[in-house]
């Protein structure tokens, strides 16, 4: 299967696909507020007319790209392009400052490919097993598998939990619009024979994360001004095969750390490149560098957010649980392509799947040469104003609302979506759960509906199943862990004070 599906790659189409992914990618990335959750909702009308394979690699090209171009304003500006790339900054900004900023983004580019590889590696072995072993599940196995993902987005996701819940909560009941998946009676739907099919999910991502931000920027009080921060000179530098074997044991642990804090639903990159600059500072023989621009600094966060890419599609695929926001827009892609993620993904089509897997991994290699190429030319736009960026990016979500069903319905339901995540944003709430929730929740009222039909309305079905009480069991563990976090931290401080 792996060599029919080394075959189909070789088609011109994926090779555009993926150089044109890449570059988008690495330039949108750079632009601080944007990053590839927005730039993959954006794209994905473009690849309603594409192959299965060639659209699939267009953005996962964007979402590889994006990771990494996001260490390009970190490094030369302080200002982090995604949130993942803050770790990044700590070291980066530092080497920028004394002149040495080229060799900074060669260090992150050289250890971005090493972490995207990597995780690849683990997808390839580690996601059809997972799928197999999923066949396994009825009704009641899937409805406690979601419900643990939900919960573990709600507990480590970051952030305040009871805000996680409440987002959570709200995406569940906007997956309720629409006909009953059972009895098939309206729901919600205020006698619009147009909301009958839900809330389509392109034009909720495409308002949440695309046009809240243009809201934002809308309301905003004052604009940011990035262009004006004072720009580091980019000196010639040169990073060799030797410098990056130095730091190979760093590069495994970050790699290794992104790839399996990935497969854990709603993480995201963020954490595990934190983690991974903490674990590179206490190995390191110099940790006084640390702060000051050390190469394993750049090299720890930024193997480790780029793993996470591969790691996060694991479950993605194999169970169809999103990993984190950018896979949930990703999951939406595989659906719209007919590829329906979960354990029947890699029987029904698994020549498609895993050129995918090795056109992420191919991918790699435009992504080194764009990458150098492309590190003076994102300088400029990194400069591009708001004014000019903004009302592009409203056309865009416009046109990919409207281009999903040609109905103004879902351009108005992109516009109250974008209006309902800059409120919430303004307010401080999380988007992710929200998204996460309302693509798990329509499947988990399913699966419990289905399991309690089943068991003529007994509860015992949940109880009579091994694999469902193993699920619950690491549901009560993960409660425990997150309520013994807090406690361990204060004693921590207790004892450093």
């Not at 070789?10 to 044109?20: E, F, G, H, Y």
């Not at 619009?177 to 099919?197: H, K, Q, W, Y």
């Not at 642990?253 to 674990?279: D, E, H, K, Q, R």
């Amino acid at each position: 299967m792996l060599m029919d599906a080394f075959n189909a790659l070789m088609d011109i189409w994926v090779l555009v696909a993926a150089v044109s992914g890449v570059v988008t990618g690495i330039i949108i990335g750079a632009i601080p507020g944007l990053g590839p959750t927005m730039a993959i909702a954006l794209l994905i009308p473009v690849t309603f007319t594409m192959a299965p394979i060639p659209a699939i690699t267009l953005l996962l090209g964007v979402y590889q790209g994006a990771i990494f171009g996001g260490s390009i304003s970190a490094i030369l500006l302080n200002v982090p392009g995604t949130p993942s790339s803050a770790a990044t900054a700590i070291d980066g900004y530092a080497m920028a400052r004394r002149g040495e900023g080229g060799r900074a983004l060669r260090i992150a580019l050289y250890a971005s490919v090493a972490g995207n590889v990597f995780s690849c590696l683990v997808l390839i072995l580690l996601a059809e097993p997972l799928a197999s072993m999923a066949l396994n599940f009825g009704p009641a196995e899937m409805a406690a598998l979601m419900f643990f993902a939900l919960l573990v987005i709600i507990l480590f996701g970051g952030g305040v939990r009871l805000d996680a819940a409440l987002m959570v909560l709200l995406g569940v009941f906007a997956g309720i619009v629409g006909l009953d998946p059972i009895e098939g009676t309206p729901r919600f739907t205020f006698d619009s024979f147009a909301m009958e099919n839900g809330l389509q999910l392109i034009p909720v991502l495409v308002g949440l994360f695309a046009m809240s931000e243009v809201f934002l920027k809308l309301f905003a009080g004052h604009q940011e001004r990035h262009n004006e921060l004072e720009m580091p000179e980019i000196q010639p530098s040169k990073v060799g095969f030797l410098d990056m074997w130095r730091m190979r044991a760093t590069l495994f642990w970050s790699s290794l750390i992104g790839t399996f804090v990935g497969i854990l639903p709603g993480i995201g990159s963020t954490v595990p490149a934190f983690m991974s600059y903490s674990l590179a500072r206490a190995r390191s023989k110099q940790a006084q560098q640390f702060g000051k621009g050390a190469d394993e600094g750049v090299a720890a966060p930024e193997a480790a957010n780029n793993a996470v890419t591969g790691g996060a599609l694991i479950p993605t695929l194999a169970l169809g649980i999103p990993g984190d926001a950018v896979t949930a827009v990703i999951l939406g892609a595989f659906m719209l392509q007919g590829l329906a993620p979960g354990p029947f993904l890699f029987r029904d089509y698994g020549v498609e799947v895993y050129a995918i897997f090795e056109a992420l991994i191919l991918s790699s290699i435009p992504t080194i040469i764009f990458g150098l190429l492309l590190f003076k030319i994102a300088v400029h736009v990194i400069r591009i104003q708001p004014r000019h960026l903004f009302p592009t990016i409203t056309i865009l979500a416009l046109l990919g609302a409207f281009s999903v069903n040609n109905s103004l319905v879902d351009v108005w339901v992109m516009l109250g979506a974008g209006f309902v995540g800059f409120v919430l944003r303004r307010g401080g709430f999380p988007l992710p759960p929200l998204l996460i929730g309302l693509i798990l929740g329509t499947p988990l009222e399913q699966s419990v509906r289905q399991a309690l039909l089943t068991s003529n309305g007994s509860l015992d079905i949940f109880w009579n199943s091994d694999i469902a009480l193993s699920i619950f069991g690491l549901t009560a563990i993960s409660i425990l862990i997150s309520l013994m976090i807090p406690m361990l931290r204060k004693q921590r401080q207790k004892g450093e004070g």
